[in-house]
Nanobody, 117 residues
Framework: QVQLVESGGGLVQAGGSLRLSCAAS????????MGWYRQAPGMQRELVAS???????YYTDFVKGRFTISRDSAKNTVYLQMNSLKVEDTADYYC???????????WGQGTQVTVSS
């Protein structure tokens, strides 16, 4: 079993920054990718950014240039540095881990990010 524990959410004014962390523990043999999703009230969960085991990153258009995903492989921890936050970034942010070779997917419990105007 794999556990993901997120931290770093909170309340910030528009234009501010937050850094989310997600530490993975448990029976982790090999990680294919880790990433961050978010879900605003009444909306579907959507991908924000991901980082592969090879270090390749992916960002959705609405965060490009503002958010940066990084990973400390030794600690099985992924980070999301969020700069220039906008009110529309307000959501619950969820950490995601995909294992290989079977592609099992695990989720964290979520951390709330609120951006005020």
């Amino acid at each position: 079993q794999v556990q993901l524990v997120e931290s770093g959410g909170g309340l910030v004014q528009a234009g501010g920054s937050l850094r989310l962390s997600c530490a993975a523990s448990g029976s982790i043999f090999s990680i294919a990718s880790m990433g961050w999703y978010r879900q605003a009230p009444g909306m579907q969960r959507e991908l924000v950014a991901s980082i592969g085991n090879d270090g390749n990153t992916y960002y959705t258009d609405f965060v490009k240039g503002r958010f940066t995903i990084s990973r400390d492989s030794a600690k099985n921890t992924v980070y999301l540095q969020m700069n220039s936050l906008k009110v529309e970034d307000t959501a619950d942010y969820y950490c995601n881990l995909v294992t290989r070779p079977y592609g099992l997917r695990y989720w964290g419990q979520g951390t709330q990010v609120t951006v005020s105007s």
